[in-house]
């Protein structure tokens, strides 16, 4: 079973910058796909950005396309989530989660992803 840990949230003025960081358990990261998702009081759970295991592809939602960058270092068995220009929209916990199919696709929808981090709180002040 994988345990994956998030570390890297906080308060941060709009305009400014967090790097959010994913730690797993286990060396067979490498071969899974990762993603970040963020939930915000009263709504569901949504995607933000997914990385397949070699790295070699990303895909984000629009709303952070241009200021949010995935990346990972499977030496590290880390994912990433570099966060730039900030908004007070993007307030909400982000949870990292990994797809155990092996050497998967990119998947978006919440119910592909089998393990879950506990989440970090991202707070973005207007």
């Known amino acids: 079973q994988v345990q994956l840990v998030e570390s890297g949230g906080g308060l941060v003025q709009a305009g400014g910058s967090l790097r959010l960081s994913c730690a797993a358990s286990e060396r067979t990261f490498s071969n899974y796909a990762m993603g970040w998702f963020r939930q915000s009081p009263g709504k569901e759970r949504e995607f933000v950005a997914v990385?397949?295991?070699?790295?070699?592809?990303?895909y984000y939602t629009d709303s952070v396309k241009g200021r949010f960058t995935i990346s990972r270092d499977n030496a590290k068995n880390t994912v990433y989530l570099q966060m730039n220009s900030l908004k007070p929209e993007d307030t909400a916990v982000y949870y990292c989660?990994?797809?155990?199919?092996?050497?998967?696709?990119?998947?978006?929808?919440?119910?592909?992803?089998?393990?879950w981090g506990q989440g970090t709180q991202v707070t973005v002040s207007s």
């Open positions: 990385i397949t295991w070699s790295g070699g592809s990303t």
């Open positions: 989660a990994a797809d155990d199919h092996w050497r998967g696709p990119i998947v978006t929808a919440r119910t592909r992803y089998d393990y």
